[in-house]
C-alpha cells in the first residue's frame, strides 16, 4: 500500500531544526520540492536541498531525507488529485473544529450526549470542506490504472 507523508507537517519538521536566519530560503527551497511539474523534476530539486543543507544541518537533511518515497507517492496519482494528496489539513482542520468546542464543554455530562455533540459539529464543519477535485479519476484509480507525473498513459488498442 501506498502512503503519502503531509508536506505541511514535513517542511514545519524540517525548518524547526534551521536556524531562523535560513527558514525563508530553506522554506522556499521546499516549495520547489513539490510544487515541481514531474517527479524527476522533484527528485532534482530534493537532491539539491540535501547538498544545500545536508552538511551544515544535517538533522534537517535526515529529517527530509528518511521519508523521500512517502513524500513523492502523489506523483502516481492523477494531477487533479495532488492538492488533495499532499496535505493532511483538510482532515486535521474538520477534527481541530471538534477538538475546540469539546475541550470548551469540557464534558457534556454522558457519553452520548457528547458523541452527538461531536456528531452535529461534524455535520456543521462538512459545510466548508474543500471538494475533491476529479472526483471522476476515482474508479479509473481503483482500477488499477497508472499515473506517471500526474497523467495517464494513452490506452492503446489491443490487436486481436
Known amino acids: 500500500m ?3 507523508c503531509c508536506w505541511m507537517h514535513k517542511s514545519g ?5 534551521l536556524p531562523k536566519v535560513v527558514m525563508a530560503k530553506a522554506k522556499s527551497d521546499l516549495h520547489e520540492i513539490w510544487m515541481a511539474p514531474t517527479w524527476k523534476d522533484a527528485e532534482m530539486s530534493f537532491d539539491r536541498f540535501l547538498v544545500t543543507y545536508g552538511l551544515k544541518y544535517s538533522k534537517s537533511a535526515h529529517c527530509l531525507l528518511k521519508d523521500r518515497e512517502r513524500l513523492l507517492t502523489f ?5 487533479k488529485h495532488w ?4 496535505t493532511s489539513n483538510v482532515i486535521e ?11 470548551t464543554a469540557k464534558g457534556c455530562g454522558f457519553r452520548t450526549t457528547m458523541f452527538a455533540m461531536m456528531f452535529k459539529l461534524a455535520i456543521g464543519a462538512m459545510r466548508i ?32
Do not use: C, W
Open 75 to 79: 506523483y502516481d496519482f492523477p494531477a
Open 13 to 17: 519538521n524540517v525548518l524547526n531544526s
Open 129 to 160: 470542506f474543500r471538494r475533491y477535485k476529479g472526483r471522476a479519476l476515482l474508479a479509473r484509480i481503483v482500477s488499477g490504472s497508472v499515473f506517471t507525473d500526474g497523467l495517464e498513459p494513452r490506452r492503446q488498442a489491443v490487436a486481436v
Open 83 to 86: 492538492i488533495n494528496i499532499r
Open 2 to 4: 501506498r502512503e503519502q
Open 93 to 103: 482542520s474538520s477534527f481541530g473544529t471538534i477538538r475546540k468546542r469539546t475541550q
